[in-house]
């Protein structure tokens, strides 16, 4: 969910400069593939998605605020029509992340704890936000349906905007949050016999640089998010890995990747080979979906094998 802009202080490795399209990946990276072209693409657009360890559900964020999380299977390679999952429809509802095992989605929303309640509002920079709270919710999931949304704990959210939520196979959840109002910041709260701990902030990219969505890895070796330098600049996707002395300075997964406008709302599959995105850009017109109505620059998922990038993990950034 894209929001304000924010800094942090970053690591020592030699990499890329963001301002370079160059990629760190050992052979050149694929081009992203559309997620259910003319099956799950609107001409209102999508943005962050969720899919089972098996890839045949998705849940995605769809509207512009409200949102709504819909969802759709895929049988006999096709996608259903997308319909709004049976929790979400009520409140404005985004950014799902699902659990490495399928057990369990997470995903933001301003609806009140009381059923019926009205949206929570939230206070930023000094200014009220009418229904504009963010909390992360936990709904389960028995076979093919879902259980009743709980709010995880007031130790994940600590403020009333707090947003981007990627589970790790330990539990642990990877968010953007603040501290006592401050500045939205990539945190992490460990999850250790049945609770989350304290947060921490993950030390990504420099001082200046925003950071948004962090996607960690089920193993929790490697780090993809969004990432820009300059104000006025589009967020681009870059990857960084766990070391002994922390995280790697961000590398910039290219043009490949990042061409075609902002690309936000990282998510990693189970199996840590494919990446899933947000990104605005349209179809060439040699495609022959390029009249689609849906082609018209409303974001709309995209994925992407990580395996020239994981390949390229002992590589210096060039």
Not at 121 to 132: E, F, H, I, Q, S
Not at 139 to 148: A, E, F, K, L, Q
Not at 261 to 277: C, K, N, P, V
Request: charged share 15%; hydrophobic share 35%; aromatic share 8%.
């Amino acid at each position: 969910m894209r929001v304000s802009t924010v800094g942090r202080s970053g690591l020592t490795l030699a990499c890329l400069t963001l301002a370079t399209s160059a990629s760190i990946a050992s052979t050149p990276p694929p081009a992203p593939r559309l997620l259910g072209a003319n099956e799950i693409t609107a001409p209102i657009g999508d943005g962050a998605a969720a899919l089972t360890p098996d890839g045949n559900t998705v849940v995605l964020m769809r509207g512009n605020n409200p949102f709504t999380l819909m969802e759709s299977h895929r049988q006999g390679g096709h996608w259903s029509k997308p319909v709004a999952a049976s929790f979400s429809g009520q409140s404005s509802d985004f950014d799902p992340a699902m659990s490495p095992d399928g057990g369990y989605l997470l995903f933001v929303s301003n609806r009140s704890l009381e059923p019926g309640g009205k949206p929570v509002d939230a206070m930023r920079n000094g200014k009220l936000r009418v229904g504009g709270g963010m909390a992360i919710w936990r709904v389960d999931r028995h076979g093919g349906t879902w259980g009743t949304p709980v709010r995880l704990a007031d130790t994940v959210n600590s403020c009333a905007m707090t947003f981007a939520p990627s589970v790790a196979a330990d539990g642990s959840v990877y968010y953007m949050g603040c501290i006592d109002g401050g500045d939205f910041k990539p945190m992490r709260s460990a999850y250790t016999h049945g609770a989350y701990g304290k947060p921490e902030i993950l030390s990504l990219g420099d001082a200046q640089d925003s950071i948004r969505d962090p996607a960690i890895a089920p193993d929790q070796s490697f780090i993809v998010y969004s990432i820009k330098h300059l104000k006025d600049a589009p967020y681009r996707l870059a990857i960084s890995w766990r070391t002994e002395q922390g995280w790697t300075a961000p590398c910039d997964m290219g043009e490949a990747v990042n061409g075609g406008g902002e690309s936000m709302g990282a998510q990693i599959s189970a199996d840590r080979g494919t990446l899933y995105f947000y990104n605005e850009r349209k179809l060439p017109a040699s495609d022959p979906d390029a009249g689609a109505g849906w082609n018209n620059g409303s974001s709309h998922v995209w994925s992407v094998s990580l395996a020239s990038w994981l390949g390229a993990r002992d590589h210096a950034c060039h």
